[in-house]
């Protein structure tokens, strides 16, 4: 065989094509008009080719468009079909949007959505367009929208470096990356610059407030190399697509995975954002892990919500989300990364070197055949100090009282024992409370064993004096013993704790998919999977099924709320193989919270759930359980079908 005789495509590659043609298929086609900044004639290129296609017989209509009062941009608008927007009153503003179910209705060949990362009215179904538009695709409808490069999630801590203003609206990289096709709109900075003064991007009189803070001749050269960039980026992942696919020689390289370490941080966000890019520029999947330790309990609310940000946003991002649990975070990271070939681990840079380790030392000296990258975050606001938590009297009572009974038993028999017995007695309440109470009570408990002792048996008697030095280092060591057994003990009780919730949810999971196989009829798999269920997170559940085009009811607990509404929710989640409700972005303010039960393939139900502090039961290990339920429900449910 000649190097120039053609090589046949991998089987991996052709299965993956065999795949996205399937999807494509149902699914309509994207197109964005991309730009750098506001202004460049986003709106005006997608409308002038919405009128082309038009005029080429091909049914097209207007979903939302913005033009700012561009009489130039107005004129095209004319003749082309435009659904009515839906007009909401909230807090005595009105608020229009799309009308998403008109145009679902009314299920054009082409729809033109503008401003994918607008956020949507509070009383609308989705939080952001772009997920509008999402349902839309999946409806089958091709969309035209526009977007500009600052609102890209992946962008946005480098926007925000280079202009100084925070972009609130963004879409996550992994829809733009959906797109089938990308149309640079370009403008040079001095045009754009013309433009804005003349009052054609926006009003006069916000025109120099503009120019001021964001339209800046350095901003936009730096915003337009940006967005050249990415629309390059796009082009080269489609040619390495099809270079892949027919088997053309190129310079492949081995497969990289990329992993960041999430902290409760205000920096966690941009450290996701860091790692994205890293892991695109490499065409690498990608894991953000996050190790709980006993600090987790410890909290505040803050510092969950950082967390929870941060890993939503990595899900978002296309990450695949670990929550481990352990007693030192380097170990069980370094530990993950070498049992899963990971290339490159992406952490915080230490804000400062102190005595001690810090968490970056430690991965480097586990890691030494994996590239670290150290990321600096720059906080926007000052980091609020942490509160002390409180402390309970009671406990620090009951170790007072513990060790004082002690040290009477003790005097009592003090003849009998010896001064080394006695020290071991006045060491067993301390190990017995920092069993039970903790560290700090035990700490107490030692400090106070040390003075009784030093008064009652040890000369001069009845006073704090120490006659000897060797007593002096005796209860530095005392103390200092009774410091390290609170910290192990403390650390043993939850490493405990952690065991017996883990244990307690894999047998739960383990036994629900032993039941499943076994299980004859779809009705014994609807009640294994709600009895299973409560046992690993109490909650009122309900499973709903696919019947004549619907969903319904086929089995809940007493207490699920079946109304109108979580219908229409339910059947959305169906149709849309995407969770909704309570805890995500479609329609937060449901009732419950709604998975749709997935195979490889197809949608075979939902599955509602209901908790009474989703705040606290919906966190990403939890939302890895109950979807991991779905699934399992959903392949039993197969089976079983496919008998019948």
Same mark, same amino acid.
């Given at each position: 065989?000649?190097?120039?005789?053609?090589?046949?495509?991998?089987?991996?590659?052709?299965?993956?094509?065999?795949?996205?043609?399937?999807?494509?298929?149902?699914?309509g086609k994207l197109t964005i008009y991309f730009g750098a900044a506001p202004g460049v004639g986003k709106t005006y290129s997608m409308l002038s080719d919405a009128r082309m296609r038009k005029q080429e017989g091909i049914d097209v209509v207007v979903g939302y468009a913005e033009t700012h009062g561009r009489a130039e941009t107005e004129i095209l608008l004319e003749g082309l079909e435009i659904v009515p927007l839906v007009v909401?009153?909230?807090?005595?503003?009105?608020?229009?949007?799309?009308?998403?179910?008109?145009?679902?209705?009314?299920?054009?060949?082409?729809?033109?959505?503008?401003?994918?990362?607008?956020?949507?009215?509070?009383?609308?179904?989705?939080?952001?367009?772009?997920?509008?538009?999402?349902?839309?695709?999946?409806?089958?409808?091709?969309?035209?929208s526009t977007l500009n490069v600052q609102h890209l999630e992946s962008q946005n801590d480098i926007v925000f470096r280079i202009t100084g203003v925070r972009v609130s609206e963004t879409i996550p990289d992994t829809f733009f990356q959906l797109a089938d096709e990308i149309k640079l709109v370009d403008l040079p900075f001095e045009e754009l610059l013309k433009r804005l003064k003349e009052g054609k991007v926006y009003a006069k009189?916000?025109?120099?407030?503009?120019?001021?803070?964001?339209?800046?001749?350095?901003?936009?050269?730096?915003?337009?190399?940006?967005?050249?960039?990415?629309?390059?980026?796009?082009?080269?992942?489609?040619?390495?697509?099809?270079?892949?696919?027919?088997?053309?020689?190129?310079?492949?390289?081995?497969?990289?995975?990329?992993?960041?370490?999430?902290? *409760?941080?205000?920096?966690?966000?941009?450290?996701?954002?860091?790692?994205?890019?890293?892991?695109?520029?490499?065409?690498?999947?990608?894991?953000?892990?996050?190790?709980?330790?006993?600090?987790?309990?410890?909290?505040?609310?803050?510092?969950?919500?950082?967390?929870?940000?941060?890993?939503?946003? *990595?899900?978002?991002?296309?990450?695949?989300? /670990?929550?481990?649990?352990?007693?030192?975070?380097?170990?069980?990271?370094?530990?993950?990364?070498?049992?899963?070939?990971?290339?490159?681990?992406?952490?915080?840079?230490?804000?400062?070197?102190?005595?001690?380790?810090?968490?970056?030392?430690?991965?480097? /000296?586990?890691?030494?055949?994996?590239?670290?990258?150290?990321?600096?975050?720059?906080?926007?606001?000052?980091?609020?100090?942490?509160?002390?938590?409180?402390?309970?009297?009671?406990?620090?009572?009951?170790?007072? /009282?513990?060790?004082?009974?002690?040290?009477?038993?003790?005097?009592?028999?003090?003849?009998?024992?010896?001064?080394?017995?006695?020290?071991?007695?006045?060491?067993?309440?301390?190990?017995?409370?920092?069993?039970?109470?903790?560290?700090?009570?035990?700490?107490?408990?030692?400090?106070?064993?040390?003075?009784?002792?030093?008064?009652?048996?040890?000369?001069?008697?009845?006073?704090?004096?120490?006659?000897?030095?060797?007593?002096?280092?005796?209860?530095?060591?005392?103390?200092?013993?009774?410091?390290?057994?609170?910290?192990?003990?403390?650390?043993?009780?939850?490493?405990?704790?952690?065991?017996?919730?883990?244990?307690?949810?894999?047998?739960?999971?383990?036994?629900?998919?032993?039941?499943?196989?076994?299980?004859?009829?779809?009705?014994?798999?609807?009640?294994?999977?709600?009895?299973?269920?409560?046992?690993?997170?109490?909650?009122?559940?309900?499973?709903?099924?696919?019947?004549?085009?619907?969903?319904?009811?086929?089995?809940?607990?007493?207490?699920?709320?079946?109304?109108?509404?979580?219908?229409?929710?339910?059947?959305?989640?169906?149709?849309?193989?995407?969770?909704?409700?309570?805890?995500?972005?479609?329609?937060?303010?449901?009732?419950?919270?709604?998975?749709?039960?997935?195979?490889?393939?197809?949608?075979?139900?939902?599955?509602?759930?209901?908790?009474?502090?989703?705040?606290?039961?919906?966190?990403?290990?939890?939302?890895?359980?109950?979807?991991?339920?779905?699934?399992?429900?959903?392949?039993?449910?197969?089976?079983?079908?496919?008998?019948?």
């Amino acid at each position: 065989m000649t190097d120039i005789e053609p090589k046949r495509p991998e089987p991996e590659s052709l299965l993956a094509i065999a795949q996205q043609e399937e999807t494509a298929k149902k699914r309509g086609k994207l197109t964005i008009y991309f730009g750098a900044a506001p202004g460049v004639g986003k709106t005006y290129s997608m409308l002038s080719d919405a009128r082309m296609r038009k005029q080429e017989g091909i049914d097209v209509v207007v979903g939302y468009a913005e033009t700012h009062g561009r009489a130039e941009t107005e004129i095209l608008l004319e003749g082309l079909e435009i659904v009515p927007l839906v007009v909401t009153d909230y807090k005595g503003v009105r608020l229009s949007e799309m009308d998403l179910d008109g145009v679902l209705a009314r299920r054009p060949k082409i729809v033109l959505v503008d401003e994918l990362a607008h956020t949507n009215a509070p009383t609308s179904r989705n939080a952001k367009r772009y997920q509008d538009v999402e349902e839309l695709l999946n409806a089958g409808i091709d969309v035209y929208s526009t977007l500009n490069v600052q609102h890209l999630e992946s962008q946005n801590d480098i926007v925000f470096r280079i202009t100084g203003v925070r972009v609130s609206e963004t879409i996550p990289d992994t829809f733009f990356q959906l797109a089938d096709e990308i149309k640079l709109v370009d403008l040079p900075f001095e045009e754009l610059l013309k433009r804005l003064k003349e009052g054609k991007v926006y009003a006069k009189d916000m025109a120099e407030n503009a120019v001021k803070r964001f339209f800046k001749p350095g901003n936009l050269l730096a915003l337009r190399e940006m967005s050249l960039r990415l629309v390059a980026g796009s082009v080269d992942e489609k040619m390495l697509q099809y270079m892949r696919a027919h088997a053309i020689a190129g310079p492949w390289f081995a497969t990289e995975r990329v992993l960041v370490g999430v902290l *409760a941080s205000p920096y966690a966000e941009q450290l996701v954002r860091s790692a994205f890019r890293i892991a695109s520029d490499m065409n690498a999947e990608w894991v953000a892990i996050y190790v709980e330790t006993a600090k987790h309990a410890q909290f505040s609310d803050k510092e969950r919500e950082w967390l929870k940000n941060a890993l939503d946003l *990595a899900q978002k991002l296309g990450a695949h989300v /670990v929550w481990v649990k352990g007693d030192d975070v380097a170990e069980e990271i370094a530990r993950y990364a070498q049992s899963h070939n990971v290339t490159k681990i992406v952490m915080g840079k230490p804000r400062r070197f102190g005595l001690f380790p810090t968490l970056a030392r430690k991965i480097l /000296v586990r890691t030494k055949d994996i590239d670290v990258f150290l990321f600096a975050g720059k906080s926007e606001q000052p980091i609020p100090k942490k509160k002390i938590g409180m402390i309970s009297p009671l406990n620090f009572v009951i170790s007072a /009282v513990a060790v004082i009974l002690g040290s009477l038993f003790g005097f009592l028999l003090r003849d009998i024992l010896g001064q080394i017995n006695l020290l071991f007695l006045m060491l067993l309440p301390v190990v017995i409370i920092a069993i039970f109470l903790g560290r700090g009570p035990s700490i107490f408990a030692a400090v106070l064993s040390v003075l009784i002792f030093d008064f009652l048996f040890i000369p001069p008697y009845f006073t704090f004096a120490v006659a000897d030095v060797r007593y002096f280092i005796s209860y530095l060591l005392f103390i200092a013993f009774a410091f390290l057994i609170s910290n192990l003990a403390s650390n043993l009780q939850y490493k405990v704790q952690q065991l017996q919730q883990s244990e307690s949810r894999n047998t739960t999971l383990y036994e629900l998919s032993h039941d499943l196989v076994t299980a004859q009829s779809i009705e014994q798999v609807l009640h294994l999977m709600i009895r299973h269920t409560r046992q690993i997170i109490p909650c009122d559940m309900a499973i709903l099924l696919p019947e004549a085009g619907q969903v319904l009811v086929k089995a809940s607990t007493d207490g699920f709320q079946i109304t109108p509404k979580e219908l229409g929710i339910a059947a959305w989640v169906w149709l849309n193989g995407e969770p909704a409700g309570m805890g995500t972005d479609t329609l937060p303010e449901a009732w419950a919270y709604y998975l749709p039960m997935k195979t490889t393939d197809t949608v075979k139900g939902v599955a509602g759930f209901h908790f009474d502090n989703p705040e606290q039961v919906l966190t990403p290990e939890n939302k890895v359980v109950l979807d991991t339920i779905a699934r399992l429900g959903a392949l039993a449910i197969e089976r079983i079908g496919g008998k019948e």
